[in-house]
Every structure is written in structure tokens, then in C-alpha cells.
């Protein structure tokens, strides 16, 4: 799945590169791997999965 997809699939417009929160922890958007957005948190080292409607909100 690409970026398209998931903004059709799911409803929502999410970019690579912008700021969101989940599930309360900060981080950036760094890509898309399947139906899920691929997230550097901050401080961590690696990146992780995460589900576009699940308790994602655009940092403000």
C-alpha cells in the first residue's frame, strides 16, 4: 500500500515528515508500510508501526 492508500482507505491525510502524537508519545511520520504509518518517536532508536486511526492526533 502506498501513502494514497492509506489517506483513501482510512479517511485521513497524513504526510512524511509531518508531527503526530499516539497514543501520547511524540514523533514524525517517516513512511508507510502496508495499511499502517511508519513513526520515529522521539528519544527511541528505532522506528514502529503505527495505525492511521488509532489514537493518532497532528502535533500541535
Given at each position: 500500500?502506498?501513502?494514497?492508500?492509506?489517506?483513501?482507505?482510512?479517511?485521513?491525510?497524513?504526510?512524511?515528515?509531518?508531527?503526530?502524537?499516539?497514543?501520547?508519545?511524540?514523533g514524525v511520520i517517516i513512511g508507510f508500510i502496508g495499511q499502517y504509518l511508519q513513526v520515529q518517536f522521539d528519544?527511541?532508536?528505532?522506528?514502529?508501526r503505527a495505525h492511521p486511526t488509532w489514537r493518532v492526533e497532528r502535533a500541535s
Open positions: 500500500m502506498s501513502a494514497a492508500d492509506v489517506r483513501r482507505m482510512f479517511g485521513v491525510n497524513y504526510k512524511r515528515g509531518e508531527r503526530i502524537t499516539v497514543d501520547g508519545k511524540p528519544g527511541e532508536k528505532h522506528s514502529r
